[in-house]
């Protein structure tokens, strides 16, 4: 593996952090009771930005009406055929009342 030239072929610290991040919302109210959780890599998020990826799965899961790991397949499908290079992993989860 080539280093650049001016690297020290040493490294200081945590190459990777352990921390995750999380939110914590409240989802479905009275006005809405289709729902789902998109969870994915980097994969997805380096050729997909969130807005697109959330239109996509809620066409295929509500408007297609796919299961949720179809759309999550589609998905890991689309990222690659956008150019991902990194790895690829995609979870969907239909909240339901």
């Not at 030239?5 to 945590?14: A, L, P, V």
């Not at 009275?30 to 799965?57: N, P, Q, Y």
Request: charged share 25%; aromatic share 8%.
């Amino acid at each position: 593996l080539a280093y650049p030239n001016e690297h020290s072929r040493f490294f200081q610290g945590d190459l990777v952090d352990n921390s995750p991040d999380f939110q914590q919302i409240q989802i479905g109210d009275d006005h809405c009771s289709e729902e789902f959780i998109l969870l994915a890599s980097d994969g997805l998020w380096d050729v997909l930005d969130v807005d697109d990826a959330a239109r996509v799965t809620r066409d295929l899961l509500f408007r297609r009406q796919w299961t949720a790991k179809r759309a999550a397949t589609r998905l890991a499908e689309l990222a690659i055929h956008l150019g991902s290079s990194d790895n690829i992993t995609v979870i969907v989860v239909r909240v339901m009342d």
